[in-house]
Nanobody, 117 residues
Framework: QVQLMESGGGLVQPGGSLRLSCAAS????????MSWFRQAPGEEREFVATITWSAGRTYYVDSVKDRFTIARDKDKTTEFLQLHSLTPEDPGVYSC??????????WGQGAQVTVSS
């Protein structure tokens, strides 16, 4: 059974930074990548970033390129999303998800990110 647990959300001023973590217990047999998604109130869930687990390749949605960084620890049990230069367009519930093939089978419970002065 795969369980994902996010941490690190909170309130930050515009221009500020946060680091989100996603700790995994267990991995699916065909696990290939970890991703972050976010969902603002009244909006659809949006892909933010992904990292392939074996090669460490990263991909980002255009709106966060050069501001957010996705990474994994050397033991490959935890992934991180570093958020810099946060804007009023960035708030939402940020969730990590484990990908196997083309599907996301496991999700964390989400971490709230609020950007406000």
């Amino acid at each position: 059974q795969v369980q994902l647990m996010e941490s690190g959300g909170g309130l930050v001023q515009p221009g500020g930074s946060l680091r989100l973590s996603c700790a995994a217990s267990g991995r699916a047999v065909s696990f290939s990548a970890m991703s972050w998604f976010r969902q603002a109130p009244g909006e659809e869930r949006e892909f933010v970033a992904t990292i392939t687990w074996s090669a460490g390749r990263t991909y980002y949605v255009d709106s966060v390129k050069d501001r957010f960084t996705i990474a994994r620890d050397k033991d490959k049990t935890t992934e991180f999303l570093q958020l810099h230069s946060l804007t009023p367009e960035d708030p939402g519930v940020y969730s990590c998800a484990e990908r196997s093939g083309s599907q996301y089978d496991y999700w964390g419970q989400g971490a709230q990110v609020t950007v406000s002065s």
